[in-house]
Structures are given as C-alpha cells and as structure tokens.
C-alpha cells in the first residue's frame, strides 16, 4: 500500500509541476501487477489504484518499469529513510546529508550485487 501511495503522490507532483515526459521505476512488481490487473469491484486497494490510473494515463508520456533495488540505491536509501520518519509527505531541496553518497555512487555506476536464488 506504501508503494501506490508513493506512486499517486509522485504522479500528482509531476503533474502538478507540468512535467510531460518521464520514466517511473519501481522495484515493487507487485505494484506493476495490480495496475495491469482487472481487479474485483471489491478489491481494498482499488480506490488507489484507480486514482494512480488517472494520473498515469493522462495527457503525457509516462512509462512505469520494474528495476530491482540494486540499480536505484538511493530510492531504496531514501525509502529505508521514510521507515524513520513521520508519516507525512516529505520534499527535499537538498538530498539529505545521509544519502548524498550513495547518490555519487548511483551516478558513477558503482555495481552492487544481488542474490538470486534458484
């Protein structure tokens, strides 16, 4: 549930700031699965999920895609950042001291690696 609110939120805000052309990834396959599922009139999280609809089919180019963890470690270290946090909304000017590192390892490709189990 998170997940969508993240994603209504983040669609509202691109579309509030007049952004046309942009790429979601999210490493929530479950997220992926329900916006493509035909859900019963029933379903507890169908509310939300038309709402991110709305936004995501609207007048602009937004693709959603599914990239693990491991590629966008700063989302997942401002996620882990958002356990500790008031439950709110929280924009950022700056990125926080805590992250700014892993940021400039984002940007300079730095591998990490990821268990797959078989």
């Known amino acids: 549930m998170a997940e969508l609110w993240e994603l209504y939120y983040g669609l509202k805000l691109v579309q509030r700031l007049q952004v046309t052309k942009f790429t979601v990834e999210t490493d929530s396959t479950i997220v992926l699965h329900l916006l493509n599922a035909k859900l019963e009139p029933n379903h ?6 038309n709402m991110c609809k709305v936004y995501w089919k609207s007048s ?7 990239v693990f963890r491991e590629v966008n ?8 950042m958002g356990h500790e946090m008031e439950m709110d909304i929280h ?12 940021l400039q390892e984002d940007r300079d490709g730095l591998l990490r690696s990821r268990l797959i189990y078989v």
């Open 44 to 49: 507890p999280l169908l509310t939300l999920l």
């Open 60 to 66: 602009w180019d937004c693709n959603i895609f599914h």
């Open 73 to 80: 470690f700063g989302a997942d270290s401002l996620a882990k």
């Open 91 to 102: 924009c950022f000017v700056l990125p926080p001291s805590g992250i700014i590192g892993v």
